[in-house]
Structures are given as structure tokens and as C-alpha cells.
């Protein structure tokens, strides 16, 4: 086997072993959920956006998955239930923001809003700016 054949070889394994990858998180990432909502009844589902922005005053444009206010909490609500959703609000996005943005697009593409529900996930288109 050549040099070209060898890397050629070792792209395909790659792309497979990132396929792989991408399903196991993928399953993964409903197990984690489903745990998480029936945990925590009262939140029914969880939210966020990832995109490519269009333009970055001049610096390079790069995907990233946008973990703030995931939950969208009602600052109406009694102040200590408010406290309480927060604390798991928080602790969430720090699980979420630790995984690499590579993996959401992967996952779930590009230029759209994730819902994360008991029941899976909903993609839909997401209109940013």
C-alpha cells in the first residue's frame, strides 16, 4: 500500500469512527435527557440555538451551540422556585457548554434551534442574525 492509499485508507476510518462516535452521543444525549425531565418533572423541555453567524465584525465565523436561558424561567415565579430552577438551569449549561461544539453540529446541524423534550428532540430552522 502507497502513501495515498494509507492516508486515503485512514480518512475512511475516521469518518466512520465520527459516525460512530456521533450516534453513540446521539443516544447517549436522549438517555441523559430522559433521565433528566423525569428527574425533574416539573421542566418540560429545554431549549437552545447553534448556528454559524453570518458575520463577526471581521473575525473568522465559527459554529457554536448558545447555552443562556435554557430554560427560560419566569422571573414572576415565587422567588424560591425560582432559585431552585436556576441552580439546575446552571448546572446544565455547564454540563452542555463542556461538551465540544463540534459534537451539536454533528448532532444536529447547522443554523437551527434544539428542543430537548421527555420524548427526544425538535429541530427546527433557527433566524439569526
Known sequence: MNGKEKIEEMVEVFK?????????????????????????????EVKWSQYTPYFSDGDPCVF???????LQLD??????EYKR???????LEQLLNSIPDE?????????????????????VEYEHD
Open 64 to 70: 457554536s451551540a448558545n447555552f443562556y436561558d435554557i
Open 85 to 91: 430552577l436556576s441552580k439546575i438551569e446552571d448546572e
Open 103 to 123: 459534537i451539536y453540529l454533528d448532532m444536529f446541524g447547522d443554523h437551527c434551534e434544539v428542543i430537548a423534550t421527555i420524548n427526544g428532540f425538535d429541530v
Open 16 to 44: 466512520k469512527q465520527k459516525e460512530e462516535f456521533s450516534e453513540k452521543m446521539k443516544k447517549e444525549f436522549n438517555n441523559f435527557f430522559k433521565e433528566f425531565f423525569e428527574q425533574h418533572p416539573e421542566i418540560t
Open 75 to 80: 422571573s414572576d415565579m415565587p422567588k424560591d
